[in-house]
């Protein structure tokens, strides 16, 4: 476009060491579609070392907060450390083991925490059916609002607005007369009796099917077929990104209940537990969670992928 030109590439980084500009070189070279350049380290960036940390076979608890722990024994503190995930459902792994340990972290965007993810708390809800406690075991209204409004979210009613805050709020303030409130709610919406009477058939058998001893994963698969839940997440979302990010979520969950070997109770339990720290703290001295495209720019001692 501007005719006779000069191209000056930065080949050098002042950001990392030797090791991981030989990484980054070794994979970039993947992509044919770029200018091909080749970028090292200055000599006088100081040394970057680079671990894989395998997960033991059916054992994850502890991996992310040991390795932080490793690294406050190091000489380093909570904010030295950045977890970088590809896509934020892979969030819910770190937040979550961070969180059972009473480590404090940020999220870079609070949407996207399990707490206000609307498939998770959905999967909370329809666990706690079965689970030893029922949905009166979840302490705070507003984590039941929450939940209610997850679990509605995917029980294809068509309500307007206001008819839907209205319901969550009655059931989240009666949680243990669940299924009286849904026929209170036919009687009131008569347009709309059968599909309640659908969604309280639905959760009926889920409550019979879920048992608070069981595997949380063998119960997420359940959930899954009872209610057709991969199928009404892509339904919900208008583009079709967001809906395969709420499937990841429901994927790593899974993957996450399993590989802790956690039962219904357990599972809940972690799921529906008061941070206060990380809801109260103003302490700057804490990890970050954020994603690979929104921590362009930054630098951080310790960086976990």
Request: aromatic fraction near 8%; charge should be positive; include cysteine.
């Amino acid at each position: 476009f501007f005719g006779d030109t000069t191209r000056f590439t930065l080949s050098h980084t002042f950001r990392f060491g030797h090791a991981l500009s030989c990484v980054a070189n070794t994979l970039m070279y993947h992509n044919k579609n770029r200018i091909k350049k080749f970028c090292i380290s200055s000599r006088k960036t100081p040394r970057t070392a680079i671990r894989l940390h395998l997960r033991p076979e059916g054992n994850s608890k502890g991996l992310i907060p040991g390795l932080v722990q490793r690294w406050l024994e190091y000489g380093g503190a909570f904010k030295d450390v950045v977890i970088l995930v590809r896509s934020w459902a892979m969030a819910l792994e770190p937040e979550m083991e961070l969180m059972s340990a009473g480590i404090p972290y940020n999220l870079a965007d609070k949407t996207k925490s399990y707490r206000t993810r609307p498939e998770i708390q959905a999967c909370l809800g329809f666990m706690a059916l079965g689970g030893g406690h029922g949905l009166h075991g979840i302490k705070s209204l507003e984590s039941r609002e929450k939940v209610f409004s997850g679990m509605l979210r995917y029980a294809e009613l068509y309500l307007k607005k206001p008819q839907r805050i209205r319901l969550i709020s009655r059931l989240a303030e009666r949680p243990q007369d669940l299924y009286r409130t849904l026929d209170s709610a036919c009687e009131e919406e008569p347009t709309l009796k059968s599909q309640l009477q659908k969604v309280s058939r639905l959760w009926h058998e889920l409550e019979t099917r879920v048992s608070p001893s069981m595997p949380a994963s063998e119960a997420l698969v359940e959930i899954d077929k009872v209610i057709d839940f991969a199928s009404k997440i892509q339904k919900s979302h208008i583009h079709k990104q967001l809906a395969n990010d709420a499937l990841r979520g429901l994927e790593v969950l899974t993957e996450y209940a399993r590989n802790r070997k956690e039962t219904v109770d357990e599972l809940i339990d972690e799921l529906s537990k008061e941070d206060e720290h990380n809801e109260n703290s103003s302490d700057s001295d804490v990890i970050q969670i954020t994603s690979i495209h929104k921590a362009k720019g930054g630098e951080w001692p310790m960086v976990i992928l």
